[in-house]
């Protein structure tokens, strides 16, 4: 593979599509004010351009985008539209009030889109092609058009429809590879050839958008910017349909590591990768693996006595970049009951997050209640705590109390108290077993129709006394949603990650149903 970048340092654009390709990942709903919260850390740390959702899909994607667009102060605000005359008018109503727009509309060109998803034959895309890019121009001249399913595309229709969408306005061509099947060297040849063939492709900026399916995505993204790409569209942690999309952190911090091999800067301060993560992670309640390359737990930790060796002799050894420069500290407080609010604030910071002094004084009630019932804080603990807090902080179903009893004399009670929209209430349910009986109670006094998918319990650290995080998700009506809690005992984990994956089912705000988001929305990479 010869690379086409030039003997300076090129910028690639980060093009962030965490609030729209991101949350059509099955159950990574976020509110309307997570979303807000989200747009906020993408534009504070550097990315170009923030997707922030598909306007017409629903009026919560509408209002999120609309929101967006008032209050992003450097990045272009972006919405995504399909080929319909009436998606883009609403994509371009939304992003009105951004001080930058873009309209990012897509059209499928693969052989087995065109003939089974679109059911058109190839000239009548074409004219789509041309159709849909002029109304976009119509509206903003930052426009955006992609190939959906562009790796799969025959070669000479792509750089016709390249071309012609070109011709008729596009500043940005995106060739995605929508099912993640192609490799780095197809990639990379893929741009090369279209960008050679195409006579007018000195006119746009080509992107990359890369799926993970085959484990691919961050390599080939890379590849694209070899052979001539100069956006990269990705999510932070990697989120998105099926295996995700490209993970932000990782693309970043390659072109920062391997600027030898990778010639090119982003404008993204990585000393916020860590923090973004975190606050993805806790707003879709989608954890982050623990091996994840750069933000994951594990990333900068060292177990084995041979590492540890070498790491106490020179950090080199081991690791390729300082924990320092994605956001991790490499000092650490023992944290305990004897703990101040300044020491639990400093540690808060050293773990990436940054909350309210509301959502500080919360946490350290919750922190010091917690340092009452266990010998040792670890940072886990700290982080399941924080990222519980940031999750619930809008909920407006809350649990007050929690008694079951439970033992080989069944049948298991649970007595439970809840605040609904500001009313207390209570009910005493029983159940096989105490979570059976848990979420009888729940279901009590919250009545729904959801369906529970997943009811899974790990211990977020060592020892008998550990904390239990338990991860619930509920799907109701073609919804699907994900929650955590975590508490020391699993069966008060247990009602808060159920209550919190019912919140979200039962959020008025910012809300379109998932069902309603399938309807419109096909992936535009």
Known sequence: ??????????????????????????????????????????????????????????DGDFAAVHEIAKRTKNAVVCGLSRA???DIDRCAEAIKPAARKRIHTFLSTSPVHMKYKLQKEPHEVYEMVIAQVTRARSHTDDVEWSSEDGT????????????????????????????????????FDLFKRVRENVPNSDKARFSTHCHNDLGMAVANSLAGCMGGARQIECTINGIGERAGNAALEEVVMAIKTRNDKFPFVTNIDATMLTRASKLVSAATSFPVQYNKAIVG???????SGIHQDGMLKNAQTYEIMTPESVGVKQTSLVMGKHSGSHAFQHKLEELGYQL?????KDAFVRFKALADRKKQIYDEDIEALVD????????????????????????????????????????QSTGNGPVDAIFNAIHALVPHEAKLELYQVHAVTEGTDAQAEVSVRLSQDGRAVTSKGADPDTLVASAKAYLGALNKLTSRKGQGSRAERRIHSTDAG
């Open 1 to 58: 593979m010869s690379t086409t970048a030039s003997s300076t340092k090129d910028r690639v654009v980060i093009f962030d599509t965490t609030l729209r390709d991101g949350e059509q990942c099955p159950g990574a709903t976020m509110t309307h004010e997570e979303k807000l919260e989200v747009a906020e850390l993408l534009d504070t740390m550097g990315v170009d351009i923030i997707e922030a959702g598909f306007p017409i899909a629903s």
């Open 84 to 86: 319909a005359f009436k």
């Open 152 to 187: 799969r595309t025959e070669f000479e229709f792509l750089c016709r429809c390249v071309e012609a969408a070109i011709n008729a306005g596009a500043t940005t061509i995106n060739i995605p590879d929508t099912v993640g099947y192609t490799t780095p060297e197809e990639y």
């Open 297 to 303: 737990r594990n990333a900068f930790a060292h177990e």
């Open 356 to 360: 309210s002094d509301n959502q500080l």
């Open 388 to 427: 519980e807090e940031i999750a619930t902080a809008h909920d407006r179903i809350k649990i007050m109390s929690l008694t079951v009893i439970a033992g080989t004399m069944g049948p298991q009670t649970a007595t439970l108290s809840l605040d609904i929209d500001g009313k207390h209430v209570t009910t």
